[in-house]
């Protein structure tokens, strides 16, 4: 028993080094990979670190194809890991950069500026898909083939936006982004694995400790698929590029609401009743548009923070009161 804690315990932290690493890895190649392309660190982290941090979601996703019973699953975290990603990841982001680096948010909040347009669509899209989905019922296939061409239309449109592009530097370092995307990929994959093992640790600590299924289920695992938007995000605003971090947490939001939702529906051999996850749809909804006014008023600071968590905190009173916890 003891060995069994002590060893979970050292592959959770040896997770939480290695996740640290990783995001360090992830942020810095995007970094690059925005320079020499000439995409701003916004779109990067909408169309690369987005993707690559949704990775748990998309493996969720296509579980339905094999287990269709895990259906509601999938559609359950997808809601819910946009609640996760604005909520408790921005407010975070938002709590951290307001207190210990006030003086630096003039930088970041010029970089959003130019990039609200896509930010607006994306944020637009993950509250208006909701709705109508809550409103039609009964979904299938065929509206699970319209969100994925809804995302796969949008993301040709972000590709063909681009700035001026980084000269080569001495030595021929920026020849090329393939390198960076590559670094940038296995980073984010070395993220999506040690939050695996992180979040199987954790669970089997808690277990171990006597703590019930049905709360770590709730807490543990739904938070674990949302580890590495929040790995990647707070590693970006540390080091100023508050910009990237909200690119990556809107465009998950986005590809969660189109690309994983639409892959989910697709593979799924009935249809999906949406309104059992009315809960989750509103608190999506709620979210969206507090951040929407956080962006449009250009309100970024350790208060916005602040409100985001209480949202995140009343969302977690409700969803588990009915389950007297």
Known sequence: M???????????????????????????????VARITGFTNTTVGFLLVAFA???????????????????GVAI?????????????ILGICFLWMGIRNPGKMESPLSEVKKETGSLYFGI????????????LGQVSRVVGA????????????????RGPREEP????????PGKYILLSLLGAMGIVASSYFLVDSASSLAIALGIPRVVIGGTVVAF????????????????????????????????????????????????????????LVVFTVLTNLFFWYFLSSERFSW??????????????VASFSGYGL
């Open 124 to 135: 637009f899209i993950a509250s208006v898909i909701p709705l109508v989905l809550l409103s």
């Open 169 to 176: 530097g001495k030595g021929g370092e920026a020849k090329g």
């Open 224 to 279: 674990g698929t949302s580890i590495p938007e929040l790995a990647t995000s707070l590693s970006a605003t540390r080091k100023g590029y508050l910009d990237l971090a909200l690119g990556n947490i809107i465009g998950s939001c986005f590809i969660n609401i189109t690309g994983i939702l639409g892959v989910a529906l697709v593979l799924s051999p009935f249809q999906v009743d949406i309104a059992a996850f009315a809960n």
């Open 2 to 32: 003891v060995q069994e804690l002590l060893f979970n315990i050292l592959i959770l932290l040896g997770s939480l080094i290695i996740l640290d690493k990783a995001s360090d890895i992830t942020i810095r190649n995007s970094i690059r």
């Open 76 to 88: 359950g975290n997808v809601l819910g890991s946009n609640i996760v990603n604005i909520c408790l």
């Open 303 to 316: 208060r916005e923070g602040l409100v985001l968590l209480g949202i995140y905190a009343v969302f977690l």
């Open 146 to 161: 319209v969100l994925i061409l809804i995302f796969v239309y949008y993301l040709y449109r972000l590709s063909r936006v």
């Open 53 to 71: 941090t949704s990775l748990p979601e998309l493996f969720i996703a296509l579980l339905a194809a094999f287990m269709p019973d895990t259906i």
